[in-house]
């Protein structure tokens, strides 16, 4: 588990868009020749401005300049031309003075987007209630491409960043920039807060329903046990080559249900032997409390061991099949699974035993017999 603790910094996160695809499928050399013919492939950014006076020229020259400036940015291919440069040289080629300080710069608006060959700036503009009426555009959206390359997604997320402080250096405000791959990117970027949240509320959600049928004490093993099975898995996933991801992480959170079988069926047999044993000394007169917990684990080992390893080993052929998928994401799907049983066996069948013979607290605290008799 210490070690498991020390690789976890080390974990990758996210997925390339390549590792949901057959290994030969047409698409991975697609994506490759990108790479190497053009660095990868090319994305689109949406630059939505909004609560902002077009009216004004000084807003006007700000915008101007802040797409200048993003189209500086390294990882910035170009910025396509804008409704703003197509509108004013539709104004000029009307005799419209649109630099003057007072003139009203949306009037002719409407007009602009009707006529032929200019309508498709109708996307970029929101007019509110309907077009004849679009004197105040709000919000107004831009377009820039980029390059991703071949990268994770969460790499965006830096992108991003720097693109909107490039833009509010530029005195925009109320600007913001989105694009797809930001999305995936987010979700990448909370990955860590969503699995162990995630897992957390799964191991709150066993120990409640152990304690319903076990005392507290072996409750609370159990439930330790399997947060160490993730915990290992967790730090398997470094030298297995897996990322933390959307698929690994469902994994992880299944992997809770799925160890805890091998945890309960070892920690119930010890309950009822122990419970049997010590009716068995009240039926015969003995003295009570002498039941010796390390004697009941054997005995429980002994009774159900052999069925939980053959349990975990039928699991395991069950998902054998998928490792030879010619997917990364269904690859990652078995080397979890099968890490799960692995893990879920080896706590079984030998660190629950050794808690529940040395630190179940029965004789001390929670007997049994006299909370079943």
């Known amino acids: 588990a210490g ?33 190497n013919d053009f660095g990868g492939r090319y994305n689109s950014v949406d630059i939505v401005v909004y609560d902002l006076d077009l009216n004004k020229s000084e807003t006007r020259f700000a915008v101007s300049q802040a797409l200048k400036h993003a189209q500086r940015l390294d990882w910035i291919l170009y910025v396509q031309p804008s409704w703003m440069g197509a509108y004013e040289s539709h104004l000029s080629s009307k005799g419209k003075d649109w630099t003057a300080d007072d003139f009203t710069y949306n009037y002719e608006l409407h007009n602009f987007l ?10 970029y503009i929101y007019c509110a209630p309907n077009r004849t009426l679009c004197k105040e555009p709000n919000p107004t959206r831009y377009l820039a491409t980029y390059n991703k390359g071949m990268g ?39 990955i860590w807060l969503l699995t162990l949240t995630n897992m957390g509320f799964a191991l709150i959600a066993v120990f409640i329903i152990t304690l319903m049928f076990t005392p507290p004490m072996i409750a609370w093993w159990i439930c330790v046990c399997v947060a160490l099975i993730d915990l290992d898995l967790l730090g398997m996933m470094l030298p297995l080559d897996v990322s933390l991801a959307a698929v690994s992480f469902v994994n992880l959170v299944m992997a809770i249900g799925l160890s805890v079988d091998y945890c309960v069926h070892i920690s119930h047999t010890f309950a009822d032997v122990y419970a049997r044993r010590e009716r068995e000394q009240a039926e015969s007169g003995s003295a009570t409390g002498s039941v010796d917990p390390r004697e009941c684990a054997i005995e429980a080992l002994s009774t159900m061991g052999a069925s939980v390893l053959k349990g975990g080993f039928t699991t395991f052929l069950g998902v054998l099949v998928i490792a030879f998928s010619s997917s990364v994401a269904f690859r990652t799907f078995f080397k979890m699974l099968s890490m799960t049983v692995v893990f879920g066996v080896l706590h079984g069948v030998v660190l629950m035993p050794v808690l529940l013979a040395y630190a179940s607290g029965y004789n001390d605290y929670f007997g049994i017999a006299r909370r079943r008799v």
């Open 3 to 35: 070690a498991a603790g020390a690789m976890l910094p080390f974990v990758r996160l996210g997925q390339p868009d390549s590792d949901v695809l057959p290994d030969d499928s047409y698409v991975q050399l697609a994506l490759q020749s990108e790479f």
């Open 114 to 123: 009707d006529k032929e060959g200019y309508t498709q700036w109708r996307e």
């Open 152 to 190: 994770v997604s969460i790499e965006s997320l830096t992108r991003r960043d720097e693109l909107e402080e490039t833009l509010r250096g530029q005195g925009l405000t109320n600007v913001f920039a989105n694009s797809q791959d930001f999305m995936f990117a987010e979700l990448d970027g909370k």
